[in-house]
């Protein structure tokens, strides 16, 4: 990357701009966004490891789609083991339906609906068998206790896995097809059954587009991946031992100040038990914000760097400390000190639009951490609320917030949390309004890789190694950032 002027002071996403340049990529569908960093992922974006933002939903979603989602480390390696099996069953191309039986009601349909962006559920038999489907439309107008027996349809359209899975592995020689017959039933939904009538999963128009254009993020056996982090506190070798033991595939050694001897510690210690595996796994360590930081994680045994102190929209720490660094330096010099080690960085928090994602990628990341971007999505985990205007949102905080940290503690003395709880750096309660236009997790990704890929062609590089090293950056005013924005009420 070719900073075109280096002021004497640190800059954040805001205060840079991408200069376009001699371009022979003509098409988005011509750049290749999989990071180098040996998570396998094909599209450069982790849901952070918040409580409120990835849960099996999200983890599932993001890997089919070839991200990644980090488990938190305060769920119990119990839950982990479960939601990891849970995962790995799912199959990367098809979505999971939602299901009920017929004897269940239209309450519980409308409550199904909201964990998924399909707008309909399937209904199945004691045997698995499809035996129909609900749509949110069917359950308008009637009462919320009537059987789905009463309420259920046959599926307007349906599959077999041998019209699109032939080898296992849908192809857009099948998925065209099927768009198209889904199109002219004008469905956006069908099942997707084997020869007996088995339900397997789902197909929508916008999946089976989806499919074409992301790459699954597999392991060796064809299952979708599975990161989860571990803390540095308690016993963290037999953590990170009973995480690897669950199955699952990236380490996240997280703490909020990284440069400290515990984490290297800790560090250590989970190295040592990745060198045992037959097939060792991504370490990832953080946060850092600085060149020393960086190096000193990767010679305690880290792959990949976590870059970000206080840039999130949950955290409070800059203003309760001080402490931190404006983001788009903090990766640029990291991932520099990164690179002369032969690891790399992750970009953790701050991004607010697609452009900051394709900043983060030419100072350097390989890829890019949000939360709150994803917290008020389908696929997030907690409920969808209600506003008073109408509005569906769910609840986010940050991972240092006084929530958090009542959670994570739950097992000590009341005392004891009661003197934790009194410090926090991050916010308790925060709405996150579901957006009409991209509510689901995907329809963000579907924004974000879209912003990117253009940034991609308009640097005239097609992979990841062409844009760090073909981007050029200019610095900005505030004016020159408000300037880029658009206008869409009008001119008053």
């Given amino acids: 990357m070719q900073l075109i002027s280096d002021p004497d002071y640190d800059l954040t996403y805001a205060d840079v701009f991408l200069i376009p340049s001699r371009s022979a990529a003509s098409s988005r569908f011509e750049v290749d966004?999989?990071?180098?960093?040996?998570?396998?992922?094909?599209?450069?974006?982790?849901?952070?490891?918040?409580?409120?933002?990835?849960?099996?939903?999200?983890?599932?979603?993001?890997?089919?789609?070839?991200?990644l989602g980090v488990l938190p480390q305060d769920v119990p390696t119990g839950i982990i083991r479960e939601v990891t099996d849970w995962v790995k069953s799912r199959h990367p191309v098809l979505e999971t339906p939602l299901k009920v039986t017929g004897s269940d009601t239209a309450l519980d349909v409308l409550h199904l609906l909201d964990k998924r962006n399909h707008g309909a559920v399937c209904v199945v038999d004691d045997a698995g068998q499809l035996a129909g489907v609900v749509t949110a439309a069917d359950t308008a107008g009637v009462d919320r206790f009537s059987s789905v027996a009463s309420l259920m349809r046959m599926p307007q359209v349906q599959f077999t896995d041998q019209d699109l899975l032939p080898d296992d592995a849908a192809s857009a020689v099948a998925l065209e097809p099927a768009f198209a017959a889904m199109e002219s039933a004008g469905t956006n939904y069908a099942p997707v059954t084997t020869a007996s009538g088995e339900l397997l999963g789902v197909l929508t128009r916008a999946g089976a587009l989806r499919s074409t254009i992301y790459r699954p993020n597999v392991d060796r056996s064809g299952r979708l991946k599975v990161a989860a982090a571990v803390g540095i506190n308690g016993d963290v070798r037999g953590n990170a031992e009973s995480?690897?033991?669950?199955?699952?595939?990236v380490l996240v050694v997280d703490t909020a100040h990284g440069h400290q001897q515990k984490m290297i510690e800790a560090l250590g210690e989970v190295r040592r038990v990745v060198q045992a595996l037959e097939q060792?796994?991504?370490?990832?360590?953080?946060?850092?914000v600085t060149a020393a930081?960086?190096?000193?994680?990767?010679?305690?045994?880290a792959d990949i760097v976590?870059?970000?102190?206080?840039?999130?929209?949950?955290?409070?720490?800059?203003?309760?400390?001080?402490?931190?660094?404006?983001?788009?330096?903090?990766?640029?010099?990291?991932?520099?000190?990164?690179?002369?080690?032969?690891a790399h960085v992750w970009a953790d928090g701050g991004v607010r639009y697609?452009?900051?994602?394709?900043?983060?990628?030419?100072?350097?990341?390989?890829?890019?951490m949000i939360g709150s971007w994803l917290a008020g999505t389908y696929e997030s985990p907690g409920d969808l609320l209600t506003a008073a205007d109408g509005r569906r949102y769910k609840e986010s905080y940050g991972m240092a917030s006084a929530r958090a940290v009542q959670h994570r503690t739950s097992t000590e003395s009341a005392f004891s949390r009661a003197r934790k709880g009194m410090f926090e750096e991050g916010i308790s309660t925060s709405t996150m309004f579901l957006d009409p236009a991209r509510p689901g997790v995907e329809d963000v990704m579907d924004s974000i890789t879209a912003g990117v890929r253009s940034s991609f062609t308009y640097a005239g590089a097609r992979t990841q190694v062409e844009f760090r090293q073909r981007a050029v950056v200019g610095v900005q005013s505030a004016a020159g950032y408000e300037e880029g924005k658009p206008v869409p009420t009008g001119w008053t």
């Fill in 33 to 67: 966004l999989s990071a180098d960093d040996g998570t396998g992922s094909s599209t450069p974006l982790i849901a952070a490891n918040m409580t409120a933002v990835t849960g099996r939903r999200m983890v599932e979603t993001m890997a089919r789609r070839g991200g």
């Fill in 243 to 249: 995480l690897l033991e669950s199955g699952v595939d």
């Fill in 280 to 288: 060792p796994v991504p370490v990832v360590a953080g946060n850092v």
């Fill in 293 to 301: 930081g960086t190096r000193e994680l990767i010679e305690a045994g």
């Fill in 306 to 342: 976590k870059v970000g102190v206080g840039p999130g929209a949950m955290c409070t720490t800059r203003m309760m400390t001080a402490v931190g660094r404006p983001q788009f330096s903090s990766v640029l010099e990291c991932a520099q000190a990164a690179r002369e080690l032969n």
């Fill in 354 to 368: 697609p452009r900051d994602i394709a900043l983060a990628l030419a100072a350097g990341a390989s890829q890019v």
